[in-house]
Each structure stands twice: as structure tokens, then as C-alpha cells.
């Protein structure tokens, strides 16, 4: 994962003139969208373990973390064409470079609202909008946690945001407009475990922040909530319950085996932002909040989009079974073959099988062809999961796109359509 | 045998002098039993040091000249083992079945009573390269088998007091034909080692050999396809640890910093060590995985150094700056340029070549073990004197302490005449107490391997009515490998004579020639040798200029050539052989074209065509290679069929696919993901080698099918285009583009 | 402490479940014959069989492997006839040069020759072509492939 979802969906798709629109427009109706100011109480004492477990529920290390840098660190750089590179800072208990300064208030207000300690708005890049959904008590459980990291004086390049996305208090506008929301008390109507579920799909899990597509202004649109979304050019496939587009067809088990383990057999293995939010996060929550989760998303109402629509085949088994009659073919079986077999199950492992998967084909093979152009790579218990790019050498962008078209007509029924377009654009946006 | 499979030395300017003053200077050293005749192995540039030979060779008898270096021995045991001890290593390309071959034809054995081992470093520079270990061991062997055999003959003859004249030898058996009398060659070992060596031992007839010219079957195959064959990565010396490396990404950087304790921390981790110019560390474990998590574990830090800019551009702009200004002129004939100035038609094409890596299947690796009264190196390497020296310099041991034992080596293609691991490795095992075998990942094999030169070519030529060549000239721009690699044998003007094979070294002739070479080092790269060498970058040079030139001319490319190789009977053989084999003057199936190229680079003629079909631009499938050789007398057919089509495919890889190329100093492909190597079902569908029967002394033929590469196959797919193809790889970006434009 | 099934022996080893097969393969047990190219099962070099399916040990973590039953080209049985007929077939055809590849092109074609007793250039070529070799042997594989299969007949 090389860029952050939320931030460049927020900014990387917002037209400069709609900052403007943004500004001018929007004031007048402001106060309506002002949340109702949380009640606090009196604060518990921090429980550490919650904040270590709700600190992978919101993923936060994978944002925070560099590219192979010290956890928590910060430095990751989200580069954003046309607008900047912002970094994620350093929230290792250092005094300096760190958040070690900063009282528990600050901690939750940043969190929570979005709002740093010396007054400066955050992009929601930081997702705090989802995170508002979490109580203080939570948030200061996460800050205990943090508090025991070891120190880092790595220092957080800054940004280099263009003007005007650089006004950081435009922000005020758009967070009338979309958020942050506010911690919310259970449905009693519902189940103690869908009310969990709802708490980590909607809060720490962020899920639609890569699965709700945006409104104009950039906020969720809630009456399409979760119903895959389009996010640095991956698809964030649609998590609604819709039999042939969605989830539903899905087990019960299935869901629990992907979002525990990120593969379950017949809907292959999370790659790209998935993959990291599998490997470091929802792998680590217990089977009873992966289940309140699969209990939550059940109950989100269907939606039916094309772009998730994708009928496989069963090809033939075994090594001898590749056709070699088109440059696709043998493409496959030099290059693809080493990990999965004829039929689409993995030769090693279960995580290289990918009968079923949506990313075989469906919305164009959007995702086959960027996981053929970025590679992904997901932790799990027996190690990281590698599938490399193949991007840089010998393989051209019409022996991707031939890789491609292949996978989709020999795996699935779709109809590949301008692939080389498909692997160049992957490649210019990577 | 037949062959070499890798590559490497200069050129046949001075290719080896294995004169008969250096191939007579064989002595008897055995004793104990034992004959153990010792014999200097010609190599490329042999002769410098005289160290006595190591003692673990056997009971020796110090009865040799002072300046006598054996470094090649054939021992016959008093049990009647016959063995052969080699200087040079077997990398694929068939030394050792070859050798036993000359071995036992003269000896009068069975090839299955031979036994090998590898030879310790010896005397002089032993290299395995540049296509030489036949042509280097052509006659001593014979002479050296000879030798032994009449010794024998004449031991067996007085004890039975009989004349040697009516002996025969078979199977390691000196037979008395009129008695029918025998003994076995380890029963008169001892005495045979007690008697002059012959300075002219009498070779058999050629037309007389059972086994020289007759295919015979690798004498490594068996062991090879049961597994137990054992390359440097298998080497197990008891108590070994493993270690893996990080060198600074960036030629010239250092260590900026590293979690060790993070490192440390990891299950297996032994030590984190750092090298002496703090530019490499190693990570050491109880086994591979544990070290290279340690190694992901220590997060590197680096300072990137001078280097940090180089970029791939930065590369080719300074080779193109070369095409203008002064050069060395390395060989010239008439006045090529005047001619060319006045001349009413005239023709200038420029090529571009880029950087190599080597990529053999068996990364890097080395073992050893430092001790304070010694050093042993276990590792494949095509140059093992080095391999030892650096050892000596490294610890301050002698020489007689320093132990270097070769082992078969996974693909050499020129990678390992570098002995920069073995000094890595040397430097790591002095830091700890046992032996420590150092692996590299394959993203550190190619990313920190040494790397074939990128160049730039330019060739002009004035034209007669007919549209042949009146006058030549050539610039070479690019780095002169030789000066890095063995300062000495850069020529005083600083040229490097590897760069005229297959340049000014070809089966024509013009009329006034003029070479140039323009000397431009790689930023930020460490360049050296690639299988084929001066003949790879050479021959897709003058091959595609004359191409170039018969399609200008409108003339056919082959009947273009023969025009041009009248006065070459070896050469116009190959190119009337291969034309007639491949169908050139029949119609082509719809769709596929052909090409052609001729060369004579390592002593050896060729001539190949491609036939390529091109479902379009940058899709290209070869359905079949035809190739002529002319290696001079062939010692096993089959093995120099075998690298014929292995050269073949390996130069294809590169020519279709690789380019290295740098970003912010640091080279980008990293694994076989982004290094493109030529598969089974994108290999010719069919590569058919006719050999030409020849009494000349034999040539090389490792790297002859891999030159012949890229200009055969870019000359198939010009024909094919109807465009032509100056720059490698033929299926680059690069080229696309130009393609669009062209069409 | 993980057990392995290998070559019809078990064999108990300490190491973490994310090991690769070939590290334990050469590194723990000793065994050398399945050789590292790449470590992303690019190339091939590793491979070894694993309930008799090819796979390639680099890409293999132990952790996954359970009681599936390992076999190296150590502990192939030489008088199996598949085994035999591939042994043979190479060293009549003198496929190998350098060798290193070798050991992962046999076990991938003994894993082929047992599920396609006789199969065409194109089911070879679909089954091998995840198996590099830089010597370039390819038409001698394919051709010491056919010739097995001739000699099974």
C-alpha cells in the first residue's frame, strides 16, 4: 500500500474550484451539521490492553509507520499529484517529535475531531470521522497503549501541500459538511453482537472509508454505504448484502475465514489496502469480533453494483492443462504458474488460490491489473504472503495486459476491454 | 569437448600461448605407489607466482625444477584409480567431459575409470573464460595422457622384459599382444613413476580416435540428476553458520546506520557484522531464513554517497557525448575517413547496447573458514588464484595456508572472474570462529552484481555503384572492462583489445578501416566481463550495419555476405551450410521472415538464421535457429550442439528482454520478476546445429551461439518489420515508440 | 518444535512457522539437492514434491506444510519407473549443462509424467515453464521428456 485511501480521495479527486465552492458555499448551512457536543465523563483509569487491541482495530500503525521504518514512527509519505505530499507524524511517546507532550485531551480531540493540539485541523486522511464513533475512554485506552511504545525522535518531514488545499481551515467547512460523527449508543432493537459489529465496521475498522463512495464534497455517502467504492485506483469491492454484487453470497464462515485470515477459498485473498488492513489489524481481533462483524455487514441492505459483478469458470486441473496458444497463456504458465495452478488454486498455498475472486475480472480486472503493476504483500501468521509486481523489467505493458486478459477469460466470463490502456493507467497512478 | 560455456578473458589477441616448451615441461611427481604426472595447464595469461604445489595434492617427490608450477595432475593410483585433478572448473559447459576424453584417448582408458577433482590454485592466473579451456587444453592433455600411457607401456615391457612395441593398452590395462600377457596400470604405477618422462610422446592418428570426435556422454550428468553434485551453495563444512549480506544499494556508499538489536533479537540470529570499508553487513544465523529476517530486522540506513544521481540517461548521454571528440585509434588500415569524406555514397548507423547482469540460477555465494593458522575457501569461481590471493592479503597468512577448493559452479557466464565475494566472505569469517557460508539473496545478486558495460557504436561506411564497402570506420564508446579488471593488458594507448572480437576480428575484409575507441567508465557501476563479451556487443553491431547495408543495396543479406566472404573459404562453408539447411532460398510460411548474421569470434566460424513470425510490433516468436559451426576438429559433437542452443538461448534473453537500469544510483531489477529470462515456451521451437568436419586446431564455443544472439534475431525481425532494430533490448519501450514513429 | 513428513521420514524441527521449506530442507536437515534461485517461486530451482503435486519450497512456509508428505529428488525412489524413465532420459539426451536448474526441472517433470503419462510439446510446455534455466536446456527437457514417456509406454 503505497498511498492512503482516505486522504487521496479526499483530495487527489477534489477539482480546485470546488475548494472555492467549498468555502463560499457552504457557511450558510453550517450550523445544522454541527454535532451535539459530547458528554464526558469521568475518566477511567486507562485500560492498556483494550488501547494495544483497539490500536489494530483502527489500524493506526500501518498509516503511521514508513515504508519498512520503525512502527509508529510516522514519515509514511501519501504523495498526491497536483496537490502535495503530506506525511503521517511520528505518535510515539516522544516529547518532541512525538505526541509525548500532549495530554490526554488533545490526544482524543485529534482523534476524535480532527483537531491537532495547537488548533490545526487535520486532513482526513486521518480518518476521525470514523474514529469519533469510538468513546473518549477508548481513545485514552489507545493513548495508554501508545504511551508504551518506545520513544522515536524520528522527526515527521512536513508537508507539501499546494495552495489552497494547503488552508488547513477549510477543513472547518468540510467537517460541518461530513462529519466528524459522534459516538453513537447501542441500537436496542439490535443484538448485543450487531451492535459490536456496528462499533468496529463504522469506528476503529473505518471500513467505508475505502468502501462508501464519496459524495460531491468528498464526505461518505451514506445512502450507498459500503457499496464498493473506486480508491487509488483499486476497487474496494462492495460489502453489502447483495447476493451477486455484494456479500451475500458469501458464508458466514467464509467472511470470518477472509477478514481473519485475508483468504477464504471460492473468493480468493485480499490484496493491496486489504491486504494490509488484514495483515495488521482485523487478523489480530477475536473470532467473537469477527463474528459481530460478519453479524453487522449481513445486515447492510443490499446494493446492486456492476462494477462487483463477476461469473467465474472452472477451468481444467493440473500442470499440464495451460493452453499456450496465446502470449497470455504462456505468460501465465512461465510467469503466474510458480504460485497458481491451472485450475486457479494455489501451488504452495491456500493464499495463492484465486478461484472466485472478484479481482479476477470484475470492473475491468481493475484490481488484477493493479496487483499485477504494485505487486502486495500481506502479513499473517506463517509469514508475509508475497505476490511481486512485475513492473521495470522484461514484461511490457502489452505482456501485462495480455496476462491479464487471459486470466480473465480463462478464469472467468468477463470480457477484457483496452487492457493496455487498463495497465497504463495503473502504472501512471502508481 | 567442446567447450566453454562462459566467458569472459580478452580477446584472442593474446590468447594463451600453449606453446610445446610449456606443454613438455611435464614431470613424474608420484611416489608412494603412485604415478602422478603433473603437467602445466596452459591458461590465459599463466605464469607469474611459482608457489609448490599444496601438499593435500599427494605424496609428492620434490624432484621439479624451481620454476615449475603444476597446476593439473594426472594421478594413476596402485589400485588402478585413474585421476584427473583440473585447474579449470565445470560451469555447464562441458570441461570435465572433455577433458577426460583427451584424458583417455591417449591413455588408453575407459572415461568411467577417470575420476575428477578440482585443482587447487596452482602457479599463475587459472581462469576458466573467454571460451579457452579447449583451445588451451587440446595438446598438453593428449601430450600429458601420452606421456603416462608410454611410461606405462614402458614399465609393463621390462618387467616382462618384452618390447613395448607389442603392447597395447585398453581399459587401464598394458596387454602384451604376442603372449596375451597383462597388467593393470596401478600395478607398474610405482615403477613408471621411476622412469623419464617423455618430452615427445607420440600422439595417436587423429583418424585412428574412438573417443575424440565421437559424442560421448557428460561425465557429470549422473550426478547432477540425482542431486548430488555439489555446487558451492551446498558446501556443508561442520560447525558453518549462515550469512547473508546487504551491500549499499549505491556504488561508493557506506553504512549510515541499523537496528542491531533488533537484528539480534530474531530466533537464530548469531551476529551482526559489518565489513571493513562499512559498506556491507552481515546478518549471521543458524540457517538462510533466520538471516535474512535479521537482515530485513536491522532497517539500513545509508549514505548514499557520490553516486546518489546516476540514473540509466545519465549512462547513455555520456556513451552518445563519446561519438564526437577524441578517441584512440585501435586499429586502422589506408585512410578510411578520407575515403568516407569523398565518397559519393556513404551510410552511418549507431547502436546502443545496455548494461547486463550475469544472473546465473546459482546466486552468489562463499564459504569460509579463518583460522589463525589457516584459511579454507570453499565457492565456485572461474578464477581461484585470485579467489586465494585475496585470502592471503586479507588475513596476512602465506599462501601455503591458504586453501581455495572449487566446486561446481551454478552458471559462471563471466560472473565469477569476479572474486569480489570471495573477499566479502574472507572479510566476514575473520570477525567470527567457525566457518561461515555467506549467501546472497538473489535481489543482492542482481543488484549488486558487476555488471556487462552499456555502449555505443557508431559505423560509417563509403559505398561502391554496387553498394559494397570501399572504406569502414568504426567508434566504440564505452567502458575498456580489461582496465579494472587486469590494469596491464590495457594497451599503452589505453585500449582494450577484448573490444576488436568480432569487430576488427570477422570473416571480412575492407579495403581501409579505421577502429576508434572512445573510453567512457560507467558512473557509479562496476562494469567486467559477460558471456561473449567483445563478441556479443560486436557482433550485433557489424552484423546489423551489414544487414543494414545489403537492404540498402537491395541485394539479398545472404548473397550480400557471400560477396563479401569470397576470399574465406571457413567462413562462406558456414554461411552456404546454413542456407541450404534453413531453406533461405525458399518461400517462407505467410508471416515469418528471416535473418541472418556470420561471425568468427573464439577461434571458431558461424553462421545462423532466424525464422520469426511477428503477430505484431512487440510479439515475437521464433520458430527456428539453423547454425553452421566451424570449430576446428570438434572433441565431443554433442556438447558443442548443446552450447550452440544454450548460447543461443541465453543470448535471446537479453536480446529480447534485459536492460539494468539505475535510478538515484541504484540498479532496478531485483528478482526474476523484473528480469526477464527467456522461458520453455518462448524458446525456439526448434535450434538445429550442423558441424562442419574440420582438421583446424579447435576454438572456442561457449560464448559463440550467444553472440550470434541479438543479430540474428534482430536481423529476423527487421525483415520482419521492415524496420530496423539499433538498440537493445529489441522489445523495449524504447524501441515501441521508435517503431510507432518508423511506421 | 514442527513435524514434517519428508521422504517418507519424519523429522521434527525448530524453527519458526513462517520458514520456507528450502531453508529447512538445506539449512536444518542437511539436504541439497532442491537448490535456492529466487526465493519468489520464480525459477523453479526449489522444487519438490508435496503430496505429489509440484510446488516450490522457497514460497512454502513449514507452518503450512502439516502432515502433507514431503519427497526431494534425495528421496525420490530410484526404481519407481517414472523416476527411473525421467533419470535416464536426461543423462541419455545429456540435457544438463551447469545442473544447478536441474534438480527442480525433474521433480517438475516426474510430477508432470504422473498426471500426463504422454503428454504433446504444449502440455509440457504448460507444466515446465515455470522452471528457468539459464544454460538454456530447454529443448532437451522437452525432448527428455518425450523420451521418458516413450520409455513408460
Known amino acids: 500500500m503505497r498511498n492512503l485511501m482516505h486522504i487521496s480521495s479526499f483530495l487527489s479527486g477534489m477539482p480546485r474550484a470546488l475548494c472555492g465552492a467549498l468555502v463560499g458555499g457552504v457557511i450558510g448551512a453550517a450550523t445544522m451539521f454541527v454535532p451535539a457536543p459530547h458528554a464526558h465523563a469521568t475518566p477511567l483509569p486507562p485500560n492498556v ?11 493506526c500503525e500501518v498509516c503511521h509507520t514508513a515504508e519498512g521504518g520503525t512502527p509508529y514512527a510516522g514519515g509514511r509519505a501519501f504523495s498526491l499529484p497536483g496537490i502535495g505530499v503530506m506525511y503521517a507524524p511520528n505518535i510515539t511517546p516522544d516529547k518532541t517529535a512525538g505526541i509525548g507532550a500532549w495530554t490526554d485531551e488533545q490526544f482524543v480531540s485529534a482523534v476524535r475531531k480532527g483537531v491537532s493540539p495547537h488548533g490545526k485541523r487535520l486532513y482526513p486522511a486521518m480518518p476521525y470521522p470514523a474514529y469519533a464513533r469510538m468513546s473518549d475512554k477508548d481513545v485514552r485506552d489507545i493513548r495508554a497503549y501508545l504511551a508504551t511504545l518506545p520513544p522515536s525522535s524520528q522527526k515527521t518531514p512536513a508537508n507539501t501541500i499546494h495552495f489552497p488545499f494547503s488552508i488547513r481551515s477549510l477543513m472547518v467547512f468540510w467537517n460541518m459538511l461530513n462529519g466528524p460523527a459522534a459516538s453513537y449508543a447501542d441500537d436496542p432493537a439490535q443484538s448485543a453482537e450487531w451492535n459490536r459489529g456496528r462499533y468496529l465496521v463504522e469506528g476503529p475498522g473505518h471500513c467505508g472509508d475505502c468502501h462508501t463512495p464519496r459524495t460531491r464534497t468528498f464526505g461518505l455517502d451514506s445512502s450507498r454505504a459500503l457499496g464498493g467504492n473506486i480508491i487509488n485506483g483499486w476497487r474496494a469491492y462492495n460489502l453489502t448484502s447483495d447476493r451477486q454484487s455484494g456479500l451475500g453470497a458469501w458464508s458466514d464462515a467464509e467472511l470470518a475465514q477472509y477478514l481473519s485470515t485475508g483468504h477464504a477459498d471460492g473468493h480468493g485473498t485480499a490484496t493491496g489496502d486489504m491486504a494490509d488492513v488484514v495483515g495488521h ?11 459481530a462483524m460478519v453479524v453487522y455487514l449481513r445486515s447492510i441492505p443490499p446494493l446492486h453494483t456492476a462494477e462487483d459483478m463477476l461469473e467465474g469458470t472452472t477451468p481444467p486441473a493440473g500442470d499440464a492443462a495451460l493452453p499456450q496458444n496465446t502470449r497470455g497463456a504462456r505468460l501465465y504458465a512461465s510467469t503466474c504458474a510458480g504460485c497458481h495452478m491451472a485450475d486457479g488454486t494455489g501451488r504452495q498455498s491456500s493464499f495463492a488460490t484465486i478461484t472466485g475472486a472478484r479481482s479476477l475480472g470484475a470492473d475491468n480486472g481493475r484490481n488484477l ?12 501468521a506463517t509469514g508475509v504472503q508475497i505476490m511481486p509486481h512485475f513492473v521495470g523489467g522484461g514484461l511490457s505493458d502489452r505482456d501485462l495486459a495480455d496476462i491479464a486478459s487471459f486470466v480473465m477469460t480463462h478464469f472467468t466470463t468477463a470480457t477484457p476491454h483496452n487492457m493496455e490502456q487498463a495497465v497504463q493507467d495503473a502504472k501512471r497512478a502508481n | 569437448m567442446t567447450t566453454r560455456a562462459t566467458t569472459g578473458t580478452p580477446a584472442p589477441a593474446h590468447a594463451p600461448a600453449h606453446t610445446a616448451a610449456q606443454a613438455s615441461r611435464r614431470q613424474v611427481l608420484g611416489a608412494g605407489g603412485a604415478l602422478l604426472l603433473a603437467t602445466l595447464w596452459p591458461t590465459p595469461r599463466s605464469g607469474r607466482a611459482q608457489p609448490a604445489p599444496h601438499p593435500e595434492q599427494g605424496l609428492l617427490v620434490e624432484n621439479t625444477p624451481a620454476a615449475f608450477a603444476p597446476n593439473a595432475y594426472i594421478r594413476i593410483a596402485a589400485d588402478n584409480r585413474i585421476t584427473l585433478i583440473l585447474p579449470n572448473v565445470e560451469m555447464g559447459q562441458g570441461i570435465y567431459t572433455g577433458s577426460v576424453m583427451l584424458l583417455a584417448e591417449e591413455l588408453g582408458v575407459d572415461m568411467a575409470q577417470v575420476a575428477i577433482e578440482a585443482a587447487p590454485p596452482g602457479g599463475g592466473a587459472e581462469i576458466t573464460g573467454g571460451s579457452t579451456s579447449v583451445m588451451t587444453e587440446w595438446l598438453p592433455l593428449r601430450q600429458a595422457g601420452a606421456a603416462a600411457r608410454s611410461m606405462l607401456v614402458q614399465a609393463a615391457a621390462t618387467r616382462w622384459q618384452a618390447n613395448p612395441a607389442e603392447c597395447t593398452t585398453r581399459s587401464a590395462t598394458i596387454i602384451h599382444t604376442p603372449t596375451g600377457r597383462s597388467l593393470s596400470f596401478g600395478a607398474v604405477a610405482a615403477q613408471a613413476a621411476t622412469l623419464p618422462v617423455p618430452q615427445k610422446p607420440t600422439l595417436k592418428d587423429p583418424s585412428t580416435y574412438t573417443l575424440v570426435g565421437h559424442a560421448q556422454h557428460r561425465v557429470d550428468s549422473v550426478a547432477k540428476v540425482q542431486g548430488r553434485a555439489v555446487f558451492g551453495m551446498d558446501i556443508q563444512v561442520p560447525g558453518q553458520k549462515i550469512g547473508t549480506v546487504a551491500a549499499c544499494p549505491v556504488e561508493g556508499g557506506t553504512l549510515g546506520g541499523m537496528n542491531k538489536a533488533a537484528a539480534l533479537a530474531i530466533r537464530g540470529v548469531q551476529a551482526v557484522l559489518v565489513n571493513a570499508q562499512n559498506n556491507t553487513v552481515c546478518v549471521v544465523a543458524d540457517h538462510y531464513w533466520a538471516a535474512r529476517k535479521g537482515l530485513r530486522a536491522l532497517k539500513l540506513h545509508w549514505h548514499d554517497g557520490p553516486n ?7 549512462i547513455y548521454e555520456q556513451l552518445h557525448d563519446g561519438l564526437s571528440g577524441p578517441a584512440i585509434v585501435a586499429n586502422t588500415k589506408g585512410d578510411a575517413p578520407a575515403i568516407i569524406a ?10 546502443q547496447q545496455p548494461l547486463l547482469a550475469h544472473a546465473p540460477m546459482e546466486p552468489i555465494n562463499c564459504t569460509a573458514h579463518v583460522r589463525p593458522d589457516g584459511c579454507d575457501i570453499w565457492t565456485g569461481t572461474q578464477i581461484a588464484d585470485r579467489a586465494r590471493d585475496t585470502a592471503v592479503e586479507l588475513t596476512g597468512l602465506p599462501k601455503d595456508k591458504v586453501m581455495v577448493h572449487c566446486q561446481y559452479i551454478g552458471g559462471g557466464f563471466g560472473r565469477r572472474l569476479e572474486h569480489e565475494y570471495v573477499t566479502q566472505c574472507v572479510d566476514f569469517a575473520r570477525q567470527v570462529p567457525y566457518p561461515l557460508k555467506i549467501i546472497w539473496s538473489r535481489e543482492e545478486d542482481l543488484t549488486r552484481d558487476r555488471y556487462r558495460p552499456a555502449y555505443v557504436d557508431q559505423m560509417s561506411a563509403a559505398l561502391d555503384d554496387k553498394g559494397f564497402i570501399t572504406a569502414l570506420t568504426h567508434r566504440i564508446v564505452g567502458p575498456a572492462v580489461v582496465a579494472r579488471w587486469d590494469p596491464p593488458e590495457l594497451t599503452k594507448d589505453g585500449y582494450d583489445e577484448d573490444l576488436s572480437v568480432a569487430t576488427v576480428i570477422t570473416p571480412y575484409s575492407y579495403p581501409a578501416y579505421r577502429l576508434e575507441f572512445a573510453r567512457r567508465e560507467a558512473p557509479g557501476i562496476v562494469t567486467a566481463w559477460w558471456r561473449g563479451v567483445g563478441g556479443t556487443r560486436g557482433l550485433f553491431v557489424v552484423e546489423g550495419f551489414i544487414d543494414e547495408l545489403a537492404q540498402r543495396a537491395g541485394a539479398d543479406p545472404v548473397a550480400y555476405r557471400r560477396a563479401m566472404l569470397a576470399q574465406n573459404p571457413r567462413a562462406l562453408a558456414v554461411l552456404d551450410r546454413v542456407a541450404q539447411e534453413a531453406g533461405w532460398n525458399t518461400p517462407l510460411p505467410p508471416g515469418r521472415a528471416r535473418g541472418v548474421a556470420v561471425q568468427f569470434a573464439f577461434g571458431s566460424y558461424m553462421a545462423s538464421i532466424a525464422e520469426v513470425e511477428m503477430p505484431d510490433p512487440d510479439n515475437v516468436i521464433i520458430h527456428r535457429v539453423c547454425a553452421a559451426v566451424d570449430c576446428g576438429r570438434v572433441i565431443n559433437p554433442d556438447q558443442v550442439i548443446s552450447q550452440i542452443e544454450g548460447g543461443l ?14 535510478e538515484d544510483g541504484r540498479v532496478q531489477q531485483t528478482n526474476f520478476n523484473t528480469w526477464r529470462v527467456m522461458r520453455m515456451n518462448e524458446a525456439p521451437r526448434k535450434i538445429d546445429v550442423f558441424l562442419i568436419p574440420s582438421t583446424e586446431d579447435p576454438g572456442g564455443i561457449g560464448e559463440v551461439g550467444t553472440a550470434a544472439a541479438a543479430p540474428v534475431l534482430a536481423n529476423a525481425m527487421a525483415a520482419a518489420q521492415g524496420r530496423r532494430y539499433r538498440t537493445l533490448p529489441l522489445l523495449s519501450a524504447r524501441n515501441a515508440a521508435a517503431g510507432k514513429e518508423q511506421g | 518444535m514442527l513435524s514434517l513428513n519428508i521422504n517418507g521420514q519424519p ?10 521449506l528450502l531453508w529447512v530442507l538445506r539449512d536444518v536437515l542437511g539436504m541439497n539437492a532442491t537448490k535456492f534461485g529466487c526465493g519468489i517461486a520464480q525459477c523453479g530451482a526449489c522444487t519438490v514434491h508435496m503430496n505429489g503435486r509440484a510446488v516450490r519450497a522457497c514460497n512454502l512456509p513449514v507452518g503450512l506444510i502439516g502432515e502433507q508428505p514431503i519427497s526431494t529428488l534425495e528421496g525420490v525412489d530410484p526404481t519407481d519407473p517414472v523416476v527411473k524413465a525421467v533419470q535416464a532420459a536426461w543423462i541419455a539426451l545429456d540435457v544438463v549443462q551447469c545442473g544447478y536448474c536441474q534438480p527442480g526441472q525433474i521433480m517438475a517433470a516426474i510430477a508432470l509424467l504422473r498426471t500426463a503419462p504422454h503428454p504433446t510439446d504444449e502440455q509440457i510446455d504448460s507444466a515446465l515453464s515455470a522452471n528457468l534455466c539459464r544454460c538454456g536446456t530447454y529443448m ?11 520409455a513408460l509406454a
Open chain 1, 49 to 59: 490492553e483494550n488501547g494495544r487491541y483497539l490500536t489494530r482495530a483502527a489500524d
Open chain 1, 281 to 291: 489489524s482485523l487478523r489480530y481481533l477475536s473470532a467473537q469480533d469477527i463474528h
Open chain 1, 369 to 380: 491489473v493493479q496487483v499485477l503493476v504494485q505487486g502486495s504483500g500481506m502479513q499473517t
Open chain 2, 308 to 314: 546518489a544521481h546516476i540514473n540509466t540517461q545519465t
Open chain 2, 342 to 351: 569523398h565518397a559519393h555514397a556513404t551510410y552511418t548507423a549507431t547502436y
Open chain 2, 649 to 662: 538461448i541465453f543470448g535471446f534473453s537479453a536480446a529480447l528482454y534485459n536492460e539494468i537500469t539505475l
Open chain 3, 11 to 20: 523429522h521434527q524441527v525448530d524453527v519458526d512457522p513462517d520458514t520456507p
Open chain 3, 140 to 150: 532437451r527437457i522437452r525432448a527428455a521428456v518425450h523420451h521418458a514417456a516413450g
